[in-house]
């Protein structure tokens, strides 16, 4: 079993930058999962933002947040980052990190562990 602790969600102005984490805990952690980072409205879709390979460390970002956000992972201390910068209104939203890919892209919500999600408002 593994369990994902998200951290880092606050309120900013528009153009701030915040930096999400996604620590995991469990007896398992595997160098070769994708964890992602997705983002929900109330009353819309969860859509994924970011994803990496903890392996290769390879990134694949929405078009909406390529150029502003950026993942990374540390897997000693099996934690996975979101900097996020130049950030907007739009972006206010509930922040979950998501490990284990079961099938299909990277950005879709079909992983087999969730964390309970950060809090990311954005001010004008």
């Known amino acids: 079993q593994v369990q994902l602790v998200e951290s880092g969600g606050g309120s900013v102005q528009a153009g701030g930058s915040l930096r999400l984490s996604c620590s995991a805990s469990?007896?398992?952690?595997?160098?070769?999962?994708?964890v992602a980072w997705f983002r929900q409205d109330p009353g819309k879709q969860r859509e994924g933002v970011a994803s990496?390979?903890?392996?290769?460390?390879?990134?694949f970002y929405d078009v909406s947040v390529e150029g502003r956000f950026t993942i990374s992972r540390d897997n000693a201390k099996r934690t996975v980052y979101l900097q996020m910068d130049s950030l907007k209104p739009e972006d206010t939203a509930m922040y979950y990190c998501a490990a284990e890919l079961q099938r299909g892209s990277s950005l879709s919500p079909n992983y087999n562990y969730w964390g309970q999600g950060t809090q990311v408002t954005v001010s004008s």
């Open positions: 469990g007896h398992t952690y595997v160098r070769n999962w994708v």
């Open positions: 990496i390979n903890t392996s290769n460390g390879n990134p």
